[in-house]
């Protein structure tokens, strides 16, 4: 069974920085790829940045040159650095796994960002 786990999540003022972790229970290079959502307030599910097998990486438009996705060497954590946070980053965010044909989300973990 696929188990994403999200944390890092808090309180933090405009300007701020946050590095949220995502622990996986596969190997992630195993994975086409992963990737951070996240859902503001009465808002949709929305795509913030993503990372191939193969190390590719996208990101929003919204985070560009602000958030970094990455992962850890031994293949178990998906890293979201979030730098110069503003309050429209306010939201759950989710990870995702792209593992053996389905997409696993773990629970989302808050962030947000105050004025």
């Known amino acids: 069974q696929v188990q994403l786990v999200e944390s890092g999540g808090a309180l933090v003022q405009a300007g701020g920085s946050l590095r949220l972790s995502c622990t996986v229970s596969?190997?992630?290079?195993?994975?086409?790829?992963n990737a951070w959502y996240r859902q503001p307030p009465g808002k949709q599910r929305d795509l913030v940045a993503s990372?191939?097998?193969?190390?590719?990486?996208e990101y929003a438009d919204s985070v560009k040159g602000r958030f970094s996705i990455s992962r850890n060497r031994a293949g178990n954590t998906i890293y979201l650095q979030m730098n110069n946070l503003e309050p429209e980053d306010t939201a759950v965010y989710y990870c995702a796994l792209d593992y053996r044909g389905r997409i696993h989300w773990g629970q989302g973990t808050q962030v947000t960002v105050s004025s």
């Open positions: 596969v190997n992630i290079f195993s994975s086409k790829i």
């Open positions: 990372i191939t097998a193969g190390g590719s990486t």
